[in-house]
């Protein structure tokens, strides 16, 4: 069964209805050059209102270990995406200082980009992919090109983000059986503005391909 994370969550209806239409990961952006960044205090707000089998993620882009730590103080997070350009040795650094389990985003665009797949699965607990696009850290609501993924060999869990919507998603699911598919500009009206009736349709077409 393929699972939903709504990220780019900043206020309390998107989270009502992510939880209420059965998101299993909810995500919140602290990197500050987001439309859907928020602060530590909201964050606190928010993630005390999420129920105990849901999974708070936490997105940085290139923190640092008093970034992480200033936001863990407030909020409820149960785990830590990085979503930059971070080394294997700040992946490591970032684990077993804040002892949360870690997802890492690899940007595509090409095969290449999937190099370091392998590398990164030995430092982190789930992978993303989500689409490579020049100046971005993501949410551009862009796709890549699923197709790439098709003969990759994963020994972690992952995550597909990049571009899905309720009218693709089925598509990604049937092309590739993602064990978890990640949205943020996808049911959104504006960068950061979170529409209800798109989170609904997007978990309903999901749960139609389960």
Same mark, same amino acid.
């Given at each position: 069964m393929t699972e939903v994370k709504i990220c780019g969550i900043t206020t309390?209806?998107?989270?009502?209805c992510a939880v209420k239409e059965g998101a299993h990961y909810l995500g919140f952006v602290?990197?500050?050059?987001s439309p859907r960044a928020i602060d530590p205090e909201k964050a606190r707000i928010l993630t005390n209102k999420?129920?105990?089998?849901?999974?708070?993620?936490?997105?940085?882009?290139?923190?640092?270990l008093t970034d992480i730590e200033t936001v863990l103080a407030a909020a409820d997070l149960d785990m830590i995406q990085l979503h930059g350009d971070e080394t294997l040795q700040q992946i490591q650094a970032i684990r077993g200082q804040c002892g949360l389990p870690v997802i890492k985003a690899i940007r595509v665009a090409?095969?290449?980009? *999937?190099? !370091?797949?392998?590398?990164?699965?030995?430092?982190?607990?789930?992978?993303?992919?989500?689409? @490579?696009? =020049?100046?971005?850290?993501?949410?551009?609501?862009?796709?890549?090109?699923?197709?790439?993924?098709?003969d990759l060999r994963l020994f972690k869990p992952w995550m597909l983000a990049g571009g899905l919507t309720a009218e693709n998603v089925g598509d990604a699911l049937s092309? *590739?059986? !993602?064990?978890?598919?990640?949205?943020?500009?996808?049911?959104?009206?504006?960068?950061g503005i @979170?529409? =209800?009736d798109k989170i609904r349709q997007f978990i309903e077409a999901v749960k139609k391909k389960n």
């Open positions: 309390p209806d998107a989270l009502d602290f990197h500050p050059g999420t129920p105990s089998n849901l999974v708070n993620v936490g997105l940085f882009v290139n923190p640092s090409e095969k290449a980009d *999937l190099a !370091p797949v392998l590398s990164f699965e030995k430092v982190c607990d789930l992978l993303l992919f989500d689409a @490579k696009v =020049p100046g971005t850290a993501g949410g551009t609501g862009q796709r890549f090109d699923w197709t790439l993924l098709k092309t *590739l059986n !993602p064990p978890v598919v990640d949205v943020s500009s996808g049911v959104e009206d504006a960068p @979170k529409n =209800p």
